[in-house]
């Protein structure tokens, strides 16, 4: 006896030594350990009696009370039990023992009444692990051949399939697990307070078992009971809510289920269950929204609400179309509103005014798409498009603005500033720009020009150079050509009469002689 312990530790320790240090030489330890395993005699009841070592080792384990077991000794028997050709016996032995123990487990899981349910699969599932790291490095040897040369599930995945297939999926414990985790996220989500950790462990349990395990057992259900949440509390806040609050209570749900995210479940489930949210609270409620009475998008825009349109903007762009509906209501209304601008009688009296609301329009939606969104290039573009639109409705548009430029230059950039004299004159050429009939334009512009000249009643010559320069930058010289020449033909006249009264100081006393050479051509008739 002592003999035969003598000579299977000796082939043990020479074969560790082999493992250890020579795994590259498959040829040596082959040869070594066969000139071995050829002196050795085996017991025949040698199998069974090492199995029952390890196999109470394992129920020791699992009954925490593995604190009296010597790992080098169980270490030494799985080894031996390998190296006598009794893989098959101690692989099918774990399975066997770790099932019984798996199925006490269940047992005292599907026993467990209320919050104990949750709370012991967690535990047990803690002690699982714990057992089946000791177990696996028990079985180590086993693992790195026999396994890998049977191609055999490894010790650590055995152990979380039987742990899937024997408590999860268990018939009493695999509903009630999910409806336990479904119930605990709704009562999240209502506003109670959950213990995170738990769920974190829970769940993280769903993962550790595999990614289908997490995806089909976990997060479709998760995202279908999700879905019909918020189809429910959508369609009940529709009812009852205006849009801003509508839009601020859709906010909500995206920001939390980011966080629930982070703290309890997978990280690529936060793009499903965002898109979830995004389809049950926003996408399937646009046009609804949009279209509020008294509430919905042309309200926001007529009363300047920056914050809500802000709001709708952020959320819609995360929906298909979202933006499109947003900008096509804000083109009809502004569209509307631009027609009755310019096409009532009332207010096309005052050609100052009448281009002065013009502007302010102008501003305000300015104002809007950089203020509530995000100054987005369709919106100003739709903006830009529209004012052409109704501007060219009212075919007398070129002759007002011409006006209100001459009203400007007249009197009304009296002490103005340089640079609020330029914004003036900006905002003057972005109408231009939207004319169709630019030479009508023109042709008011130069009448008015001339009688500005000639009357010297012009507020500023820098300023009408301004904006002759401005013109021409977006028309070309082609268009500007006569109206500089009106200037050159100002400054000829000034510079001859200079001249003639400083070789005659005589008459500087006398009345004022005011002559004007004009080209003809530049200057209306
Ligand atoms: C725990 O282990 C010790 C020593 O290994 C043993 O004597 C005892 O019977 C075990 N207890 C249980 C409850 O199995
Ligand atoms: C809209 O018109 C303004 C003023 O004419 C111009 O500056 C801007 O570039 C235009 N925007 C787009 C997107 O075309």
């Not at 601020?248 to 489930?269: G, T």
Request: with cysteine.
């Amino acid at each position: 006896m002592s003999n035969r312990f003598f000579v299977i530790s000796l082939v043990f320790w020479f074969s560790i030594s082999v493992i250890f240090f020579n795994m590259s030489n498959q040829k040596k330890r082959n040869f070594q350990i066969e000139a071995f395993k050829q002196r050795v005699v085996v017991d025949p009841k040698y199998a069974d009696k090492t199995w029952k070592i390890l196999e109470h080792a394992i129920h020791e384990i699992y009954n925490h009370n593995a604190s009296g077991l010597s790992f080098e000794e169980l270490y030494r028997n799985a080894y031996n039990m390998v190296l006598h050709k009794y893989g098959d016996k101690l692989y099918n032995g774990l399975v066997t023992t770790m099932t019984f123990h798996l199925n006490e487990i269940c047992k005292s899981i599907e026993e467990a009444q209320g919050g104990a349910f949750i709370e012991l699969i967690n535990r047990k599932w803690n002690d699982h692990n714990k057992a089946l790291q000791m177990i696996r490095d028990i079985l180590m040897y086993m693992d790195r051949t026999y396994i890998s040369s049977t191609k055999k599930t490894h010790v650590h995945e055995l152990g979380l399939h039987l742990w899937r297939d024997n408590v999860v999926y268990s018939s009493k414990i695999q509903t009630r697990l999910l409806n336990t985790l479904l119930d605990l996220v709704h009562k999240e989500r209502t506003g109670e307070v959950i213990d995170r950790l738990l769920m974190r462990n829970v769940i993280k349990m769903f993962m550790d078992l595999g990614e289908s395990v997490y995806q089909e057992d976990f997060e479709k259900p998760f995202l279908e009971a999700s879905a019909e949440f918020y189809k429910v509390e959508s369609q009940g806040c529709i009812e009852s809510c205006d849009c801003g609050d509508y839009l601020k209570k859709a906010e909500k749900p995206l920001v939390e289920e980011v966080e629930r995210v982070a703290h309890y479940l997978d990280a690529k489930s936060e793009a499903k269950i965002t898109s979830v949210v995004e389809r049950e609270m926003i996408a399937n409620h646009v046009q609804r929204l949009v279209h509020m009475e008294n509430s919905g998008l042309v309200n926001m825009l007529l009363n300047d609400k920056y914050e809500d349109m802000g709001r709708m903007y952020s959320l819609f762009r995360r929906v298909a179309n979202g933006l499109v509906t947003i900008r096509d209501v804000m083109t009809l209304h502004l569209r509307e509103m631009g027609k009755q601008l310019v096409t009532d009688p009332e207010k096309s009296k005052d050609p100052v005014e009448f281009v002065q609301r013009l502007l302010d329009e102008r501003d305000k939606y300015d104002k809007i798409i950089n203020m509530a969104f995000n100054n987005d290039k369709t919106f100003q573009n739709a903006l830009n498009s529209s004012f052409e639109y109704f501007l060219n409705l009212n075919t007398r548009s070129p002759e007002f603005i011409s006006l209100f430029v001459d009203d400007k230059l007249r009197k009304g950039l009296k002490g103005v500033g340089e640079e609020d004299v330029d914004l003036i004159l900006d905002k003057v050429v972005m109408l231009f720009r939207y004319l169709q009939e630019k030479d009508v334009f023109e042709k008011y512009y130069k009448q008015h020009l001339a009688k500005r000249l000639l009357s010297g009643k012009t507020v500023s010559d820098d300023a009408e150079r301004n904006l002759i320069v401005k013109l021409k930058t977006e028309c070309g010289y082609q268009f500007t050509s006569k109206l500089e020449g009106m200037f050159t033909d100002m400054k000829t006249s000034h510079d001859t009469l200079l001249g003639f009264y400083n070789s005659h100081p005589e008459l500087s006393e006398g009345p004022t002689l005011v002559v004007q050479v004009l080209t003809t051509g530049s200057w209306p008739t």
